[in-house]
Every structure is written in structure tokens, then in C-alpha cells.
Nanobody, 124 residues
């Protein structure tokens, strides 16, 4: 098991920034691929971004490219999602998820472990 904990969501005005984080206590977390997904009320879960065990391995959903940046600090067992130029349509519950290997990172069903989610609300 790899318990994941998200934090850092909140309420921000359009054009603002937030940086949610995903942390785990298990040391092997540093070797896992970590993805961020989001789900807005009445909508399907959407892939946001993923990062491999090295920071050179990243992948983004089309709706966030150029605005969001995923990063990790393996010394802290943490993965971050820097969200800039936020829009009202970014409002959702954001979840982090982890799996042992890279590959098909946009497929939520490939992930083994999930956090409880953190709410991000962007006001217009």
C-alpha cells in the first residue's frame, strides 16, 4: 500500500495560481509514476499531468499544457502541481495517483493508489 495525501487546494480568482502537493510516507514512492487527475461535478474524471521517477519524464493533458507544471522532490516524497493562469473551468477535485511503472499515464485505471482529493475552486 502507498497511502497518498493531497493538500494545497483552495479558492483563487481567475488568473491566479495554486500549488497542490501529493505526499506519501512510503520510501518507494520516489520510484513511482505519479499522476494528477481532476473531476468536476457532473463530468468524467480527466487526466491532468504525470511524472515518472525522473523529472525528465512528464506528460500533460491538452487542457493544461503551458499553464500547469508537475514536479517532484524525492527527498521529501512529494509531487507538486504548479497551476498558473487558472480558469473557472479548472474548478474540480484534484486527485493524485501512483503506479510502479511509466506508460499509458493518462489512463486512470492503470493506477494502483489514490489520494482522497483536494478541492480547487477558481472564481471568475
Amino acid at each position: 500500500q502507498v497511502p497518498l495525501v493531497e493538500s494545497g487546494g483552495g479558492l483563487v480568482q481567475a488568473g491566479g495560481s495554486l500549488r497542490p502537493s501529493c505526499t506519501a510516507s512510503k520510501r518507494t514512492f520516489s520510484t513511482y509514476t505519479v499522476g494528477w487527475f481532476r473531476q468536476a461535478p457532473g463530468k468524467e474524471r480527466e487526466f491532468v499531468a504525470a511524472i515518472g521517477w525522473t523529472t525528465s519524464m512528464t506528460y500533460y493533458g491538452d487542457s493544461v499544457k503551458g499553464r500547469f507544471t508537475i514536479s517532484r522532490d524525492n527527498a521529501k516524497n512529494a509531487v507538486y502541481l504548479q497551476m498558473n493562469s487558472l480558469k473557472p473551468e479548472d474548478t474540480a477535485v484534484y486527485y493524485c495517483a501512483a503506479k510502479p511503472a511509466w506508460g499509458r499515464v493518462a489512463d486512470a485505471q492503470r493506477y494502483d493508489y489514490w489520494g482522497q482529493g483536494t478541492q480547487v475552486t477558481v472564481s471568475s
